[in-house]
């Protein structure tokens, strides 16, 4: 069975605080893929960031990181410095080739506070 | 244009009226997708064309007709929606499978009276 569990509800943060946003998968394939999205009060899922399997290598953009950890099935998601336009809901996906579908978790609602 | 265009971004409607939903995606991606997100429910996958080929129906009720003319293009055609069907109505296009980023649109935040 496929699975992402995004066990935060929700995170309220003070600017400029580090804040991680915690992601766990399920799957049993050994290829798999896993993404990032953003969705602001906008209501669009902005993309950012695409991770196989394959690469466990930690990535970093900005003020953006990510953290795969295939031993303990996760990829975690730290904002570093966080600031007011970094309050959204965070979604964590799951996607393989063989679906068109990506299981997407419940979401994490992140507020950083002025 | 660029991305993903959804039109109309707001939409109030009838029980009994007729509308549709439209998504264009200006990527040159083959797959694309409709999504309902509903307060506090996950992200529901609806509908995946590929190549203007329905390859996924995951049990959404009739009254919801999707339509892809070509690869660019989608539509939802509504018609006899109830309350419980509003909700924000996302479309996404890829390259192609579950392996590769969908880009989303604005949405369509739908009211059903």
């Known amino acids: 069975a496929q699975k992402v569990t995004q066990a935060q509800t929700e995170i309220s943060v003070v600017e400029k605080e580090d804040v991680t946003l915690d992601c766990v998968y399920e799957?049993?394939?050994?290829?798999?893929?896993l993404f990032w999205y953003k969705q602001p009060p906008s209501g669009e899922l902005v993309f950012l960031i695409r991770?196989?399997?394959?690469?466990?290598q930690n990535e970093i953009s900005g003020r953006y990181s990510w953290n795969f950890q295939k031993s303990t099935s996760s990829f975690n998601f730290t904002i570093t410095a966080s600031q007011v336009v970094d309050s959204a809901v965070y979604f964590c996906a799951l996607g393989r080739d063989s679906s068109y579908k990506l299981i997407f978790g419940s979401g994490t609602r992140l507020l950083v506070r002025p | 244009e660029t991305g993903v265009t959804q039109t109309p971004r707001h939409l109030v409607m009838g029980m009994t009226n007729k509308k549709s939903l439209k998504c264009e995606q200006h990527l040159g991606h083959n797959a694309m997708y409709w999504y309902k997100q509903s307060a506090k429910k996950p992200l529901e996958l609806m509908f995946v064309y590929s190549l203007e080929e329905r390859v996924e129906n995951n049990s959404v009720p009739s009254r919801f007709s999707p339509e892809c003319p070509n690869s660019s293009h989608l539509f939802l055609h509504l018609h006899t929606l109830q309350p419980e069907d509003s909700a924000l109505y996302l479309c996404a296009s890829s390259q192609d499978t579950g392996s590769d980023e969908q880009f989303f649109g604005p949405g369509t935040r739908l009211t059903v009276l």
């Open positions: 991770r196989n399997s394959f690469d466990e």
């Open positions: 799957t049993r394939d050994t290829t798999y893929y």
